[in-house]
């Protein structure tokens, strides 16, 4: 299974065939699908030669959804009555938890959301970063 795309616009795949035998190589080049991606044709974006599924938009929308959930999950223990933050530091995290409700309607892909994630007293932006496995 080939990736067939414009020479002009190599990311926009346009159709996905098996043959590639009748193809106008000067308008247009090609792929080979691995087969492992086959499943989810016509997903698929062509970069450096290397051919790329992109998820469609419900498939997206639902990858951020259980993201999210999880984030949630993770800020619950802000909310809890006990918790020893400053006024400040509570506003932060109830302000982030809305957005997080707020999202997948507001998510732009490639929003780097952890940059403006409230941070638990002593841990760096970086340290945060370093130990999430993040797919955005």
Do not use: C
């Not at 190589?25 to 044709?41: C, D, F, I, T």
């Not at 959804?65 to 949630?72: F, H, K, Q, S, V």
């Amino acid at each position: 299974m080939y990736a067939i795309y414009e020479l002009t616009n190599p990311e926009r795949v346009l159709r996905v065939d098996t043959s590639v035998e009748s193809l106008d190589l000067n308008v247009y080049g090609y792929a080979q699908v691995p087969s492992e991606l086959e499943q989810h044709s016509p997903y698929f974006s062509v970069i450096d030669n290397q051919v790329e599924y992109i998820p469609s938009k419900e498939e997206d929308t639902k990858r951020v959804r259980i993201n999210r959930n999880g984030l949630l999950e993770d800020s619950d223990w802000t909310q809890l009555p006990d918790v020893q933050l400053t006024d400040d530091e509570l506003a932060s995290w109830r302000q982030y938890r809305q957005e997080l409700r707020d999202w997948p309607g507001t998510y732009i892909p490639g929003d780097k959301w952890w940059e403006t994630i409230p941070l638990k007293p002593g841990v760096t932006r970086e340290e945060y970063v370093s130990q999430e496995q993040f797919s955005y």
